[in-house]
T-cell receptor, first 112, second 112 residues
């Protein structure tokens, strides 16, 4: 692994189903983030974690939950998917010193 | 909150120079970032400004004026591979962490 790995790359999901998007980094970055990217709306923050064991809500947290049991992993869970959650989801991490984000390659999710 | 504005689309000719503007409003400015994102790919870090002035990196330069809430990204000697979206992002001191708020992105098309 080099950088950030997201899985799956893409997924078609039936509405009402539960889904976890995985994110793993090997850079020992303290902070991790989940964004969704929609055409015309740019990247919007869903949840963040400044360090292992802590999480916080971003701009659009409803319908999503996260956990940060260790430094490397930051999974995003959709408890009961709805069509409005169709989007491209990016996980990112950063060093506290603030050199900007490193992004994962994204997960394209379609809820039908 | 934060408000970040940048043009939706721009077109330029191969070999030319293009300037992509970004204006922002934030209560506690703590840095401005530019990212490049090719279609279907993750954003990649281009530049970071926290003090007024110009930062140059090869063909790319970024300028910041904190008093005007204004930045631009300057791309010189345009190449076809520069066709991409360019994202302006602002970090706010009030954020609990290193979180960035992104503008909607500027889609740049480079024509021969």
């Amino acid at each position: 692994i080099a950088g950030i790995t997201q899985a799956p790359t893409s997924q078609i999901l039936a509405a009402g189903r539960r889904m976890t998007l995985r994110c793993t980094q090997d850079m020992r970055h303290n902070a991790m983030y989940w964004y969704r990217q929609d055409l015309g709306l740019g990247l919007r923050l869903i949840h963040y974690s400044n360090t292992a064991g802590t999480t916080g809500k971003g701009e659009v947290p409803d319908g999503y939950s996260v956990s940060r049991a260790n430094t490397d992993d930051f999974p995003l869970t959709l408890a009961s998917a709805v069509p409005s959650q169709t989007s491209v989801y990016f996980c990112a991490s950063s060093d506290r010193a603030g050199d900007g984000y490193t992004f994962g390659s994204g997960t394209r999710l379609t809820v039908v | 909150g934060q408000n970040i504005d940048q043009p939706t689309e721009m077109t330029a000719t191969e070999g030319a120079i293009v300037q992509i503007n970004c204006t922002y409003q934030t209560s506690g400015f703590n840095g401005l970032f530019w990212y490049q994102q090719h279609a279907g790919e993750a954003p990649t870090f281009l530049s970071y400004n926290v003090l007024d002035g110009l930062e140059e990196k090869g063909r790319f330069s970024s300028f910041l004026s904190r008093s005007k809430g204004y930045s631009y990204l300057l791309l010189k000697e345009l190449q076809m591979k520069d066709s991409a979206s360019y994202l302006c992002a602002v970090r706010d001191r009030g954020n609990a962490g290193n979180m960035l708020t992104f503008g909607g992105g500027t889609r740049l098309m480079v024509k021969p």
